[in-house]
């Protein structure tokens, strides 16, 4: 008996100095890695970024720590950018992230051929949307892109005109039943907004036994996955992959993303069929898409545009061919498939229907909510609607949205003080040395680009919190840096649906200011938002209408 005691003894005796010597090498090993860290030449360059103090290996996460929904979330974002100068830095373990709203230092980013990769935080959108063009980098989004712009030609957005006045005019018909009520308008601009889209740039008209397509449904599941996107950012622990398929958040994902790809590949397959049948009876038209490729002008990597979409313009390739995104890039893919194949294909149209929804129902509900609580403004938007049409009901035309220059204006406030992107990341692939401050970001970190806070910041607009759509008249915008107001982005990245989007606005909130007055039982100074991926109003988008006789 005694033996095996004292066996015992010895025995726990040596596993005590086994585990004594495991945790010295740990500590050492660690102490190791930290020591290699802090002399890196990462963070020698990053920690001379002003920012919160940082732990050993866990960095600034105490920082999102604790954060009660995505509401708080972007309040603790906007404190923390009002401690320091123009330019705060974070870690992420050892990870480096960068927040700059300098607009100088923007453009340095902004308008680069070098820095044009997305960030690594971009990787969750994979599964939804592949290699499309949000996320592509290099040679594939080059080409990918090349052949998009074309799509979103002014020749191409005029002829939609008609079909953004008649989806307008169903909105009129679902929101002529809320009249009186209080409610959410945000459900209403996303069924709409993806209906134009349909209806327009994938060229998709529902047949009777696709009515169960609903739009809505759609823009619901993507509405979900921005939320669970952008709660993987918020966690640190749901960015590693085998923890976050072990969550519950990974099967509400796959039903999302069946709903969204079942969606979008029935529009898919119904406009190949269509393509084929054309095909068939020979009714394409001229001249084929390759002379069109081959007379476009080719972007000088060096020029410095800030738009390439402004270049098409000036080079007009499709005057006789006014092909939408969608059958663009299914004659591509027949004709030149090594430029586009079948799959990449669903995945740019997974990216427009995202891209081309979400923001711009954000946009034309914080629209509708400005209305509700600057009445004033409102009189004056729907005086200028009425100069325009007088009493007439008749449709919007291209020409008429070229006079609504108030409209215009305060368009770009609404983007201005509650732009959909609020954030835009890069991943920077050189060190970069910025222009205002003398601070280098080194290779390898992620910059984030505040858009938000750059359209708040009284250096670029006095009163930042106003809402002003005199910030706006030509004599203020000659005045301000390019970069201090960047909604659709710029530079070579900038947003593609530029264009599209302004236009589709102002039709669609023409018709709705025509036919309503719009009021909000809520200040301004009381919305909620939340940046999850798109800005939005946790409270809601709460809006009453009353009918204009
Ligand atoms: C008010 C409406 C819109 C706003 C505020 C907006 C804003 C933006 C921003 C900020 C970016 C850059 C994002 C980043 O770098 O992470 C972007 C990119 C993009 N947008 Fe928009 N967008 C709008 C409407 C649209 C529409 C209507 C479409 C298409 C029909 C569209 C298609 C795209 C695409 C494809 C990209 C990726 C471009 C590339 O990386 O080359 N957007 N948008």
Known sequence: MNVTVDHLDIGSESSWNYSLVTLVFSLVALALAHFYHETSHTARLGNQIPGPKSLPFIGNFMVIWGLK??????????????????????????????????????????????????????????????????????????????????????NVLKS?????????????????????????????????TVDILLSTAMGFK??????????????????????IIHKRHLKFWYRLNWLYNLSSFKKVEEKCLSVIHGFTNKVLSQRRNDFNENLKKGNLPMPSLQDIIKTAPKNDPTDGLRDDLD????????????????????????????QISDVEIQQQVDTIMFEGHDTTAAGSSFFL??????????????????????????????????????????????????PPVPVIARKVNQDVKLSSENYTIPAGSTVLIGTYKIHRTPENFPNPDKFDPDNFLPEKTANRHYYSFIPFSAGPRSCV???YAMLKLKVLLSTIVRNFKVKSLVKEEDFKLMGDIILKRSDGFQIVLEERN
């Open 311 to 338: 270049d098409i313009d000036e080079n007009d390739v499709g005057e006789k061919r006014r092909l939408a995104f969608l059958d663009l890039m299914i004659e591509t893919s027949h004709y030149n498939p090594s």
């Open 206 to 227: 529902k047949t009777d036994k696709q009515k169960e397509m609903s739009a809505f449904k759609y823009a619901m599941a993507v509405m979900k996955m921005c939320d």
């Open 160 to 192: 939609f005109v008609p079909t953004f006045n008649e989806n307008s005019k169903k909105v009129i018909k679902r929101l002529r039943m809320e009249v009186g009520n209080e409610f959410d308008c945000h459900d209403h601009m996303s069924e709409a």
């Open 497 to 499: 649906g530029r264009k």
């Open 369 to 418: 909510c400005m209305m509700g609580c600057h009445p004033d403004i409102q009189e004056k938007v729907y005086q200028e609607q009425k100069a325009i049409f007088g009493d007439s009901g008749r449709d919007c035309t291209f020409s008429d949205t070229l006079e609504m220059k108030y409209m215009e204006r305060v368009i770009f406030e609404t983007l201005r003080m509650y």
């Open 69 to 154: 929904g995505n509401h708080h979330a972007f309040k603790r974002a906007m404190k923390l950018s009002r401690m320091f100068g123009r330019i705060v830095r974070g870690w992420v373990g050892w990870k480096l992230l960068v927040v700059i709203w300098n607009p100088e230092d923007v453009e340095v980013i902004l308008n680069s051929q070098v820095h044009i990769d997305k960030s690594d935080e971009y990787r969750f959108f994979k599964p939804w949307l592949g290699n499309g063009l949000l996320i592509s980098t290099g040679e594939k989004w080059r080409t990918h892109r090349k052949l998009i712009a074309p799509a979103f030609h002014m």
